[in-house]
């Protein structure tokens, strides 16, 4: 069992390094985060290299409207399932670090509450997308297709929640095994063989959904091994006292349904609307400009959501990591741990799409040729994207500090903003309106989030610091992809190239200037390994 953050609990010496003024490396937070962190990029790149796969695959087996119908679905459900969960996934990262800190006996008792809400939400949840799928008889196979995933959003709901659970408990290579491997690698294969036997969009669809159940099986089972083994630790020796109360809403006694639900209710409106940023406007312009549109605006966003491993890698790990530093008072070292996460995220996505942009007619194309029309919606995607990380892992300290309401009132603006501008632009200029609106909405939701971060916590977002990670990838990629677009042009070449010229460029810069761009803890990690 991999356990981190149980080890920083268990192991209190204080003769770790310490850092000068202005340096913040060297940290066991940040060592530990490292450490997290290179497991849950391993996860987070096969995830993403896998759903490419899925992508390529779906566009080219069954083209730009067989594709949509499809990603229409699988908008409607993850738009569900982030309302079905309830917001359990949040309330198990942001509570049982909390619990093992200081109320262990206690863990299961809450464990069962969590799957228990999300039995009962999810069911209800599901009920309520068969429902949804009646308003697409127009659409004989978007309607079976919704169908089908209203029926799976109960077992999906508990399958997240459970990965949750692992992932708040710090078993980061059974959560990446199950979550970022088993499923990804199920879902290719079923759809080959699903087309190859004669499938349409329907059957793709009900093949995406059938590894949920056994996915669910592999995280129920490890979960309540987990939680008997970190039962049986001893509990931390007596120390320093904790200060939480300036920065912590954790119940002070014993956690009931009702304080679940005070944290959970807002954080679900929060994770429904974070949803609906990320695909309705798949559904908009779906609606709006038809399902080849749909797809062909879906495929450009798959690559995005491919490029954001290295967020998700760093999330899985510092979320649970900000919620016990918030439950203890240490704000010193959550700015440290917050500041490093953030020049990670944004030193090692940054060339993601830097690449992405440079080379998006070449990259579209390998989806089919109907696709390529969505190079400039890739290229607007991809800016949005490099400029918002800026704001770091600021949303996973916003709801860590217990404050999902200000995060729920965030994304409501931003959805708010993108629905009004997809209605507004995409009848106008297309999928560029939608990719437009969509950047908007971003860029707004991680400026309210960092206000009241820096607001209620404390946390500064230290923008030097932060923007100079950028720097290496905007010269090593951006520059040599301008100078290769001049001479040969987009294709594979210059993509090969691209990759080969600025990667060893890249690696030198970070090899030379590793203290700056805080490379310490990482460099230290690797040797051990």
Same mark, same amino acid.
């Given at each position: 069992?991999?356990?981190?953050?149980?080890?920083?609990?268990?192991?209190?010496?204080?003769?770790?390094?310490?850092?000068?003024?202005?340096?913040?490396?060297?940290?066991?937070?940040?060592?530990?985060?490292?450490?997290?962190?290179?497991?849950?990029?391993?996860?987070?790149?096969?995830?993403?290299?896998?759903?490419?796969?899925?992508?390529?695959?779906?566009?080219?087996?069954?083209?730009?409207?067989?594709?949509?119908?499809?990603?229409?679905?699988?908008?409607?459900?993850?738009?569900?399932?982030?309302?079905?969960?309830?917001?359990?996934?949040?309330?198990?990262?942001?509570?049982?670090?909390?619990?093992?800190?200081?109320?262990?006996?206690?863990?299961?008792?809450?464990?069962?509450?969590?799957?228990?809400?999300?039995?009962?939400?999810?069911?209800?949840?599901?009920?309520?997308?068969?429902?949804?799928?009646?308003?697409?008889?127009?659409?004989?196979?978007?309607?079976?297709?919704?169908?089908?995933?209203?029926?799976?959003?109960?077992?999906?709901?508990?399958?997240?929640?459970?990965?949750?659970?692992?992932?708040?408990?710090?078993?980061?290579?059974?959560?990446?095994?199950?979550?970022?491997?088993?499923?990804?690698?199920?879902?290719?294969?079923?759809?080959?063989?699903?087309?190859?036997?004669?499938?349409?969009?329907?059957?793709?669809?009900?093949?995406?959904?059938?590894?949920?159940?056994?996915?669910?099986?592999?995280?129920?089972?490890?979960?309540?091994?987990?939680?008997?083994?970190?039962?049986?630790?001893?509990?931390?020796?007596?120390?320093?006292?904790?200060?939480?109360?300036?920065?912590?809403?954790?119940?002070?006694?014993?956690?009931?349904?009702?304080?679940?639900?005070?944290?959970?209710?807002?954080?679900?409106?929060?994770?429904?609307?974070?949803?609906?940023?990320?695909?309705?406007?798949? =559904? %908009?312009?779906?609606?709006?400009? +038809?399902?080849?549109? @749909?797809?062909?605006?879906?495929? *450009? /966003?798959?690559? &995005?959501? !491919?490029?954001?491993?290295?967020?998700?890698?760093?999330?899985?790990?510092?979320?649970?990591?900000?919620?016990?530093?918030?439950?203890?008072?240490?704000?010193?070292?959550?700015?440290?741990?917050?500041?490093?996460?953030?020049?990670?995220?944004?030193?090692?996505?940054?060339?993601?799409?830097?690449?992405?942009?440079?080379?998006?007619?070449?990259?579209?194309?390998?989806?089919?040729?109907?696709?390529?029309?969505?190079?400039?919606?890739?290229?607007?995607?991809?800016?949005?994207?490099?400029?918002?990380?800026?704001?770091?892992?600021?949303?996973?300290?916003?709801?860590?500090?217990?404050?999902?309401?200000?995060?729920?009132?965030?994304?409501?603006?931003?959805?708010?903003?993108?629905?009004?501008?997809? =209605? %507004?632009?995409?009848?106008?200029? +297309?999928?560029?309106? @939608?990719?437009?609106?969509?950047? *908007? /909405?971003?860029? &707004?939701? !991680?400026?309210?989030?960092?206000?009241?971060?820096?607001?209620?916590?404390?946390?500064?977002?230290?923008?030097?610091?932060?923007?100079?990670?950028?720097?290496?990838?905007?010269?090593?990629?951006?520059?040599?992809?301008?100078?290769?677009?001049?001479?040969?042009?987009?294709?594979?070449?210059?993509?090969?190239?691209?990759?080969?010229?600025?990667?060893?460029?890249?690696?030198?810069?970070?090899?030379?200037?590793?203290?700056?761009?805080?490379?310490?803890?990482?460099?230290?990690?690797?040797?051990?390994?």
């Amino acid at each position: 069992m991999n356990v981190p953050f149980l080890m920083s609990r268990y192991d209190r010496s204080d003769d770790s390094p310490k850092s000068g003024p202005g340096q913040l490396t060297g940290t066991s937070e940040s060592r530990t985060a490292a450490r997290g962190g290179i497991i849950g990029f391993a996860g987070a790149a096969t995830s993403a290299g896998l759903g490419f796969v899925l992508t390529l695959l779906m566009t080219r087996l069954l083209g730009e409207r067989g594709a949509g119908t499809v990603m229409q679905a699988m908008a409607v459900f993850s738009i569900a399932i982030s309302l079905a969960k309830l917001g359990m996934d949040s309330v198990a990262i942001w509570i049982l670090p909390r619990i093992i800190e200081t109320d262990l006996h206690h863990l299961g008792r809450v464990i069962r509450m969590v799957f228990a809400i999300t039995a009962i939400s999810g069911i209800l949840g599901g009920c309520a997308v068969v429902v949804w799928s009646r308003f697409y008889q127009d659409d004989r196979s978007l309607s079976i297709a919704v169908l089908v995933v209203g029926m799976a959003v109960p077992v999906g709901a508990l399958q997240l929640v459970s990965l949750a659970i692992i992932r708040a408990l710090g078993d980061l290579r059974a959560y990446v095994t199950i979550g970022n491997i088993l499923l990804p690698v199920l879902r290719p294969i079923i759809l080959v063989i699903v087309t190859a036997i004669g499938g349409t969009a329907v059957g793709v669809t009900i093949g995406w959904v059938a590894p949920l159940p056994l996915a669910l099986f592999a995280g129920f089972v490890v979960a309540v091994v987990m939680v008997r083994r970190v039962s049986a630790i001893p509990p931390a020796a007596p120390g320093k006292t904790r200060n939480p109360a300036q920065h912590d809403d954790m119940p002070r006694s014993q956690v009931t349904v009702r304080q679940l639900l005070k944290f959970a209710i807002p954080r679900t409106l929060s994770a429904g609307l974070e949803q609906s940023i990320q695909w309705l406007d798949v =559904l %908009l312009v779906g609606a709006i400009v +038809g399902s080849a549109a @749909a797809g062909i605006y879906g495929g *450009a /966003s798959r690559f &995005i959501a !491919a490029g954001l491993i290295i967020d998700t890698a760093l999330r899985v790990v510092v979320s649970p990591r900000f919620s016990a530093l918030l439950h203890g008072g240490k704000i010193d070292e959550l700015q440290g741990l917050y500041r490093d996460s953030a020049v990670w995220l944004v030193l090692f996505s940054t060339p993601i799409f830097v690449v992405l942009a440079v080379n998006a007619e070449t990259v579209l194309g390998w989806l089919g040729p109907g696709f390529t029309d969505g190079a400039l919606t890739l290229i607007t995607l991809s800016v949005g994207v490099a400029v918002t990380l800026m704001a770091g892992n600021i949303h996973s300290v916003l709801l860590m500090s217990g404050r999902s309401g200000w995060a729920a009132a965030n994304k409501l603006v931003a959805v708010a903003i993108n629905v009004a501008g997809n =209605l %507004l632009l995409v009848p106008a200029i +297309g999928i560029e309106g @939608a990719a437009l609106s969509w950047v *908007a /909405s971003m860029v &707004i939701d !991680a400026s309210l989030a960092s206000l009241e971060v820096r607001r209620f916590v404390g946390i500064r977002l230290q923008p030097r610091s932060i923007t100079y990670a950028a720097v290496p990838a905007i010269v090593c990629f951006l520059g040599t992809g301008a100078i290769l677009l001049l001479t040969i042009g987009q294709g594979i070449p210059m993509l090969s190239a691209n990759l080969v010229i600025g990667g060893i460029s890249f690696l030198v810069w970070c090899r030379l200037d590793r203290d700056r761009l805080q490379l310490a803890d990482i460099a230290a990690v690797i040797r051990r390994r």
